[in-house]
């Protein structure tokens, strides 16, 4: 029988049968790794961390570039290493190390090897494809991987998951959706599991005519009405081309067939994630939309700590409103699914077309409908070269990756001209 990472139901083993289980051990420190730690999702660690110190023991941290801020957050929280990405920044790093006894690295072979050291639990939130070797570093040796990084399963979905099942490890959502959906699970088994809903702010344009989304600017993309996040996701969650990688995430997170899973916009995001069961029981998991819940939701598991999340006030709230996503307005959503539907390496190329798009955007070269407008004709492009295939290890998705990024960006002129 095939293994399942811990994360999914399957075998008779809910996470709710897990918690009873396996109970966390009150008195040892939790060895701990953050990977981008000096992004968003890895601050609110930092943050929870910082709160109850003597429950942890900080393996490895790690950054790209931000080697000032890094260092801080090493001695803040006393890392036994701190890995910068790009080597320039190495020396600044270890200047700012200097006389603390912490060890300073880079590359990314050094973030690699940090992955590797023995954590018992990692947090994989670095921002986008190049995230995918150091989580899969932690996956082989059999961590705990909170996994933020959504794009390991949206490049290499059934790859990555078989890999965390094959070594034994546990993978633990971090999106607040999945985290979300994690936990409703429980509540149900399996075969009585009619789908999950996904719920989805829809951003900073969802009210918006067309023609004024043609013109919105990086500043209103960035400014997303729930959530604080990183530039990268600011910017897909107003395309919805977030929640588009998100039910991919879900597809192979928990092994959903497409029709079983749903979105449903949610302008509150105190929903943020719903499971339904054969029987019409909706279960729903809500809170603050404050990422500090669900990462402390996965540092604990199967256990529960104290968070600081302000606390969900329902009476103030008042009003929790739905309505279904409108596709026109935002086509990035259905260009994720039709590459989750067509599978191998589709969603391989559109999150690589996204993050060339994306970036282009951020500096301010194309408009926002380009964004969707690249991604389609990518995917389209390298149909037609037939670069579709499955990728079945790390090289063959990296490998996508790269191809795909140098179509995007070959195509790039002929759509910012289109959609100027
Ligand atoms: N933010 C959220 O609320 C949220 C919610 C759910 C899921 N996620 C997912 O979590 C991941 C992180 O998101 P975020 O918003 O926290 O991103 P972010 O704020 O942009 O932070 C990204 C982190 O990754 C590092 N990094 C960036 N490029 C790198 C590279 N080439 N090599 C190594 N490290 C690199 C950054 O280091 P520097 O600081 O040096 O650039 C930073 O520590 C994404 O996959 C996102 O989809 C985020």
Redesign the pocket.
């Known amino acids: 029988m095939r293994r399942r990472a811990a994360c999914w139901y399957g075998d008779g083993m809910t996470p709710a049968s897990l918690a009873r289980s396996t109970p966390l051990p009150a008195t040892e420190p939790r060895s701990i790794t953050i990977?981008?730690?000096?992004?968003?999702?890895?601050?609110?660690t930092v943050d929870l961390i910082q709160r109850e110190p003597g429950r942890y023991r900080v393996e490895a941290i790690?950054?790209?570039?931000?080697?000032a801020?890094?260092a801080k957050i090493a001695r803040d929280i006393g890392a036994r290493i701190a890995v910068?990405?790009?080597p320039d920044y190495y020396g600044e790093l270890k200047d700012a190390l200097a006389g603390s006894g912490i060890e300073a690295a880079a590359g990314?072979e050094a973030?690699v090897e940090a992955a590797q050291r023995p954590a018992e639990w990692v947090m994989a939130?670095?921002?986008?494809a190049?995230?995918l070797k150091?989580t899969l570093a932690a996956i082989e040796r059999g961590a705990t991987v909170a996994l933020?990084?959504?794009?390991c399963l949206v490049c290499a979905g059934a790859f990555f998951m078989r890999r965390a099942a094959s070594a034994g490890a546990t993978v633990l959502p971090?999106?607040?959706e999945h985290n979300a959906v994690f936990q409703a699970l429980g509540a149900g088994r399996r075969e009585d599991l009619k789908r999950v809903i996904l719920t989805a702010s829809g951003g900073p344009f969802r009210t918006w005519s067309l023609e004024a989304i043609r013109l919105a600017t990086p500043e209103q993309a960035l400014r997303h009405p729930n959530?604080?996040?990183?530039?990268?996701?600011?910017i897909?969650s107003a395309t919805l081309m977030?929640k588009g990688?998100e039910v991919i995430e879900a597809h192979h997170l928990f092994a959903l067939a497409p029709h079983e899973i749903d979105v449903l916009v949610h302008p509150q995001s105190v929903i943020h994630g719903m499971v339904e069961f054969r029987d019409g029981s909706v279960v729903a998991q809500m809170g603050a939309p404050d990422?500090r819940i669900p990462i402390a939701h996965c540092l604990a598991w199967p256990a529960r700590i104290d968070g600081p999340a302000p606390r969900l006030d329902l009476a103030q709230v008042r009003e929790l409103t739905f309505e279904p996503a409108d596709e026109v307005r935002f086509p990035a959503l259905a260009l994720a699914r039709q590459a989750m539907e067509t599978g191998g390496a589709a969603p391989t190329v559109l999150n690589a077309a996204d993050e060339v798009a994306v970036a282009e955007f951020i500096a301010g070269r194309i408009g926002f409908m380009a964004i969707p407008a690249l991604v389609e004709a990518t995917l389209d492009a390298a149909a037609g070269r037939g670069l579709m295939a499955e990728p079945a290890s790390l090289d063959a998705a990296l490998g996508v990756d790269h191809v795909a990024r140098s179509i995007a960006l070959a195509l790039l002129p002929e759509i910012a001209l289109k959609s100027s």
Do not use: C, F, Q
Request: proline share 4%; charged share 20%.
């Open positions: 990977l981008g730690a000096t992004g968003s999702v890895g601050l609110s790690s950054a790209r570039r931000n080697a801020a890094l910068v990405a790009d990314e973030l939130a670095i921002s986008g190049v995230g150091p933020a990084n959504k794009e971090v999106d607040s959530w604080v996040m990183g530039p990268k996701i600011s897909d977030n990688l990422m």
